[in-house]
């Protein structure tokens, strides 16, 4: 079955880094995308980041453009999202999801499995 595990959520300063993990297994990268979702408090569940599955493209919400970066680590079935100067706005759950992607648009309803999600806090 599809699972997915994240981690490296936590708290950090204004213009800090942390880097996510999202560990796949039942599945490899050329079946799925991988999405990354975050959710604020308040807020509807936005798309962060996407990679397609068919030709690696890869696509970042305008906000985040420049500061986050995806890569994935095939041997280990590893997607990561580097996050880079951070900002107090970017505090929300992050999740990683399973599905399709098509452009930094894509929905959540795109994608039809998810990680439980991790914490990121960006004090000010």
């Known amino acids: 079955e599809v699972q997915l595990v994240e981690s490296g959520g936590g708290l950090v300063q204004a213009g800090g880094s942390l880097r996510l993990s999202c560990v796949a297994s039942?599945?490899?990268?050329?079946?799925?995308?991988i999405g990354w979702f975050r959710q604020a408090p308040g807020k509807e569940r936005e798309g962060v980041s996407c990679?397609?599955?068919?030709?690696?493209?890869?696509y970042y919400k305008d906000s985040v453009k420049g500061r986050f970066t995806m890569f994935i680590d095939n041997v280990k079935n590893t997607v990561y999202l580097q996050m880079d100067s951070l900002k107090p706005e970017d505090t929300a759950v992050y999740y990683c999801?399973?599905?399709?992607?098509?452009?930094?648009?894509?929905?959540?309803?795109?994608?039809?499995?998810w990680g439980q999600g991790t914490q990121v806090t960006v004090s000010s």
């Open positions: 999801a399973a599905g399709t992607c098509y452009s930094a648009s894509t929905g959540a309803d795109s994608f039809g499995s």
């Open positions: 039942g599945f490899t990268f050329a079946d799925y995308a």
């Open positions: 990679v397609s599955n068919t030709d690696g493209r890869r």
